[in-house]
Nanobody, 126 residues
Framework: QVQLVESGGGLVQAGGSLRLSCAAS????????MAWFRQSPGKEREFVAG????????RYADSVKGRFAVSRDTAKNTVYLQMNSLKPEDTAVYYC???????????????????WGQGTQVTVST
């Protein structure tokens, strides 16, 4: 199983930007689909963005399309989430996740991801 550690969260004004990082360790990073989810109080954990095992495919929730960009750096074993034009409704704890089987598709369901980071808080003020 892989260990995931997120960083980069914080407080930002609406319209601002943040970049989240997720550092992976414990097994090879290559070949495993990675994703970002978020959860705010009283709501279910929801898919935000995912990057395929090769890095060539991405998928986004409709609510963040055109504003967020997910990428992976194989050499650094790190996945990134660049968040631009942030809105107050983006406020949540953001989690990095990895599938446990290689070469899979980008799923929207948290149940398909077996490894999770501890989360990083993102707060967007008005």
């Amino acid at each position: 199983q892989v260990q995931l550690v997120e960083s980069g969260g914080g407080l930002v004004q609406a319209g601002g930007s943040l970049r989240l990082s997720c550092a992976a360790s414990g097994r090879t990073f290559n070949g495993y689909t990675m994703a970002w989810f978020r959860q705010s109080p009283g709501k279910e954990r929801e898919f935000v963005a995912g990057v395929g095992w090769s890095g060539s495919t991405t998928r986004y929730a409709d609510s963040v399309k055109g504003r967020f960009a997910v990428s992976r750096d194989t050499a650094k074993n790190t996945v990134y989430l660049q968040m631009n034009s942030l809105k107050p409704e983006d406020t949540a704890v953001y989690y990095c996740a990895s599938v446990d089987r290689p070469f899979g598709r980008i799923s929207l369901s948290p149940a398909d991801f077996g490894s999770w980071g501890q989360g990083t808080q993102v707060t967007v003020s008005t």
